[in-house]
């Protein structure tokens, strides 16, 4: 008798510790405990990384010397301030780069950005020989170009003579926030939301521009047609979880 008590005792102990681990409602009525995991968030509180945008086009022949702009500081439509000719794209007005909206939109994680520091990449190529012309890259202080001598004549510009059958030359220029306002760059990267940081879907108050210019060597219009590409690579931060949708989703 002894041992079938201890028989029937071990067996209940067993399945009282299964009711500490089951969830809903057993038929005798008996109310089980629910344990749920803590939730952890995967994404840090400030990420900081490199995104890209890059366009293609072509100045078609008879063209007259332009000046083109595209945002330094902004993620949201870089492009939309500045008309750029003959761009395959199908809009040039909506492009964002590569990945911004997986961060910081509608549906991404984060809710700020700024950017501490950017370069414009061009590559330029005349189709004819005859064609001899010089482009430049620079950041406009204070003032938007129009005028093709002005912008080549900006402090800091950089510049050289491309050539149909040359070796394609790259032309870069980097410039970073802080220097174009005049402030420290801690000032920028300590600043909650304000002049030079945005929200998502929104461009910063303090926004500035690259120009791209060229010419051709008489200041006439281009003989041929002369393709180009453009890159913008942007030093960018992130922050201001959107935990409310992590949690939803």
């Given at each position: 008798m002894n041992n079938n008590k201890q028989i029937i005792s071990s067996s209940q102990n067993r399945n009282s510790k299964k009711k500490k681990f089951q969830s809903g409602r057993f038929a005798s009525g008996e109310q089980m405990v629910i344990y749920r995991p803590k939730f952890i968030c995967p994404f840090s509180p400030r990420?900081?990384?490199k995104l890209r945008v890059a366009i293609q086009g072509n100045i078609v022949a008879a063209s007259l010397p332009g000046v083109y702009t595209v945002s330094g500081n902004s993620l949201y439509l870089p492009f939309s301030g500045g008309v750029?000719?003959?761009v395959v794209i199908a809009s040039i007005a909506t492009l964002q780069p590569a990945g911004y909206s997986n961060?910081?939109?509608?549906l991404g994680p984060y809710r700020n950005y700024r950017v501490y520091r950017s370069t414009?990449?061009?590559r330029c190529v005349p189709s004819l020989a005859t064609d001899i012309v010089t482009i430049a890259v620079g950041v406009p202080t204070g003032v938007v170009f129009t005028s093709v001598s002005d912008a080549l004549a900006e402090r800091g510009t950089?510049?050289?003579?491309?050539q149909s059958g040359a070796q394609v030359?790259?032309?870069s220029k980097t410039q970073t926030t802080a220097n174009v306002f005049g402030i420290t760059p801690s000032t920028v990267e300590n600043e909650v939301v304000g002049l030079y940081s945005a929200v998502y879907n929104a461009q910063p108050t303090q926004s500035w521009l690259f120009n791209f210019a060229w010419t051709t060597s008489n200041g006439g219009?281009?003989?041929g047609n002369m393709s180009y590409e453009a890159e913008v690579v942007f030093d960018a931060e992130f922050w201001g979880l959107q935990t409310g949708s992590l949690l939803d989703n």
């Open positions: 990420y900081r990384t750029w000719p003959g961060l910081c939109a509608n414009l990449t061009v950089q510049s050289t003579i491309v030359k790259t032309l219009t281009l003989g």
